[in-house]
T-cell receptor, first 112, second 112 residues
Framework: SQKIEQNSEALNIQEGKTATLTCNYTNYSPAYLQWYRQDPGRGPVFLLLIRENEKEKRKERLKVTFDTTLKQSLFHITASQPADSATYLCALDTGGGNKLTFGTGTQLKVEL | EAGVAQSPRYKIIEKRQSVAFWCNPISGHATLYWYQQILGQGPKLLIQFQNNGVVDDSQLPKDRFSAERLKGVDSTLKIQPAKLEDSAVYLC??????????FGEGSRLTVL
């Protein structure tokens, strides 16, 4: 069956450390993968898009990797801050025509 | 630039009643999505429109849910009759083809 899995347990890290979130998928061959941030009571907000032929993408303190062999994407936040605390969702292109299927999300909490 | 507008933000109804949610996407965005997000889960795609045509509605419970996109712009999602398990946040999003999604703030439905 097709699955998109993210760590269901919340990730707690100290301010200034690097947070690493994982997105694993099975039985999909996405052309691209996206990461979103969602704050409580709000809609998801787009962060980064990475295509199947790209290994890594960076934006300020954010870095995403995409390994189509392992069927895995890693999302890194360097020098994390309490303001980075949120739920992070990965989303895969799963049908062409920009059909996006979301993972379950991982809650990140950055502590002082 | 105005974002995706949704209304109402909150709705409480009794089971077996009906409810309708409205979405106005970002101007010029051909693709419009309705997602259902149950507490603690990732968004689940209900229906995707390209202009005013349906691209994917494979996960829409068609016996009780219906959606339309008027003139390729605004969209309405209706539930009739509602069940307890329909309690969720209904997220509308829009995008240009092959690009990131822009989400509204969502409509939170509570079915009693």
């Amino acid at each position: 069956s097709q699955k998109i899995e993210q760590n269901s347990e919340a990730l707690n890290i100290q301010e200034g450390k690097t947070a690493t979130l994982t997105c694993n998928y099975t039985n999909y061959s996405p052309a691209y993968l996206q990461w979103y941030r969602q704050d409580p009571g709000r809609g998801p907000v787009f962060l980064l898009l990475i295509r199947e032929n790209e290994k890594e993408k960076r934006k300020e303190r954010l870095k995403v990797t995409f390994d189509t062999t392992l069927k895995q994407s890693l999302f890194h936040i360097t020098a994390s801050q309490p303001a980075d605390s949120a739920t992070y969702l990965c989303a895969l292109d799963t049908g062409g025509g920009n059909k996006l299927t979301f993972g379950t999300g991982t809650q990140l909490k950055v502590e002082l | 630039e105005a974002g995706v507008a949704q209304s109402p933000r909150y709705k409480i109804i009794e089971k077996r009643q009906s409810v309708a949610f409205w979405c106005n996407p970002i101007s010029g965005h051909a693709t419009l999505y309705w997602y259902q997000q149950i507490l603690g889960q990732g968004p689940k795609l209900l229906i995707q429109f390209q202009n005013n045509g349906v691209v994917d509605d494979s996960q829409l419970p068609k016996d009780r849910f219906s959606a339309e996109r008027l003139k390729g712009v605004d969209s309405t999602l209706k539930i009739q009759p509602a069940k307890l398990e329909d309690s969720a946040v209904y997220l509308c999003a829009s995008s240009l083809v092959g690009r990131e999604l822009f989400f509204g703030e969502g409509s939170r439905l509570t079915v009693l």
